[in-house]
């Protein structure tokens, strides 16, 4: 019972952005190469297809039961997860929110199998499907029986951009990942797979190409094999009239940290002419206790412990990969 406590505090599908989040999550921690997000704004409906694992029968018909996960063990490992979804509630929320149907087919199974699930989660209509492996799932009427949040969200253009935004973050952290993102039935835009984030990196900044960045990969032993990634828009080829482009990633997830962002701004502004703009990318894989995701629920702003160590640590690498950069 501690561990449900626990899971349901951080709860929040609140938008269709939250939606495709949490869908396109489940995609990668399926170990999906390929996604397609399809939306109908106006319908309030969102498909998300990919080439992940899938699910057999039996893990299809309790995938949306109330703290169903397969991702999680015990209270303990709550502390040590790795992979993104980690509370087995979106899937059950989701059939209280909205109309929910799944199909899914494992690689090594002939057909797969389409359900669709009732408001408490249970499967309710089971049938074959002849689909290629991986999942399809399908949200509609979304918010249809809360009227009262579908007023509170703002118009649907500005909720696509945060679709939009959304779906960036997470590719920024997955670049082996081809997306496909449709609306209306038409596409709306793609997100090309690349071997490195410095290749992926152009996709997001038009004006900066991979021959302008440099990427630092720094192995750091303590605590327990870390490791810092960082990609640095060389300085004297960085356009003027852009704003500062910072993002910080922990674990393949975009955060806000402000105490890493400033260190980075910093830094910069150190070595850098007063009229130009950093373009900067900050990937930390380190041990998950070292980080609470809890500063707020949707878990996109963290608390680092040992921050000065941290910054310490992102002041070299910037430092060392501006060298290379004007070497
Ligand atoms: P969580 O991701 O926190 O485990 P969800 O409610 O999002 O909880 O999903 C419940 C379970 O359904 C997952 O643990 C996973 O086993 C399965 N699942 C959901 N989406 C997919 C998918 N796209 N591919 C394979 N399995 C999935
Ligand atoms: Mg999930």
């Known amino acids: 019972t501690e561990v449900v406590y626990l899971i349901t505090a951080g709860e929040v599908i609140d938008s269709l952005a939250a939606v ?77 929110l909205a109309s929910l149907e799944i199909l899914s087919r494992p690689a090594n199974e002939n057909f797969g199998w389409r359900v669709t699930y009732s408001e408490a989660g249970k499967a309710e209509r089971v049938e074959i499907a002849a689909i290629a492996p991986g999942t399809v799932v ?29 779906i960036q973050q997470i590719a920024l952290c997955h670049p082996h990942v081809n997306w496909q993102i449709r609306q209306n039935d038409r596409e709306w835009f ?9 290749q992926l990196l152009p996709q997001f900044i038009p004006q900066v190409k991979a021959a302008d960045l440099q990427e630092v990969k720094l192995a750091i032993p303590q605590p327990e094999n870390s490791e810092l990634l960082l990609v640095v828009g060389l300085p004297d080829r960085c356009h003027r009239h852009r704003p500062d482009w910072v993002r910080v990633a922990f674990n393949g997830r975009m955060v806000k940290s402000p105490e890493l962002e400033q260190t980075i ?21 380190i041990a998950p206790d070292q980080i609470n995701w809890n500063r707020n629920p949707a878990k996109t702003e963290i608390y680092l412990n040992e921050v000065t160590y941290w910054q310490e640590q992102v002041n070299q690498a910037i430092e060392q990969a501006l060298r290379l950069s004007s070497a």
Not at 31 to 56: E, K
Not at 147 to 166: D, F, I, S, W, Y
Not at 190 to 198: C, D, E, M
Request: with cysteine.
């Open 138 to 166: 399908t949200v509609s009427n979304l918010f249809a029986n809360c009227p009262a949040r579908r007023q509170g969200l703002p118009a649907l253009a500005q909720q696509m951009k945060a679709v939009q935004a959304t």
């Open 265 to 285: 701004l910093t830094a910069f502004h150190r070595t850098l002419p007063r009229d130009r703009y950093p373009v900067c990318l900050l990937h930390l894989l």
């Open 190 to 198: 793609a997100i090309y797979p690349a071997t490195s984030l410095k």
């Open 20 to 96: 495709v989040r949490e869908l396109v999550e489940n995609s990668l921690d399926a170990g999906a190469t390929r996604i397609v997000v399809s939306l109908w704004p106006q319908q309030w409906r969102i498909t998300v297809a990919d080439n992940g694992c899938g699910m057999n029968l039996e893990d299809l018909e309790k995938a949306a039961t109330t703290h169903s996960t397969s991702k999680i063990y015990s209270s303990a490992d709550l502390w040590k997860i790795s992979s993104l979804g980690f509370r087995g509630e979106a899937l059950h929320s989701l059939t209280n």
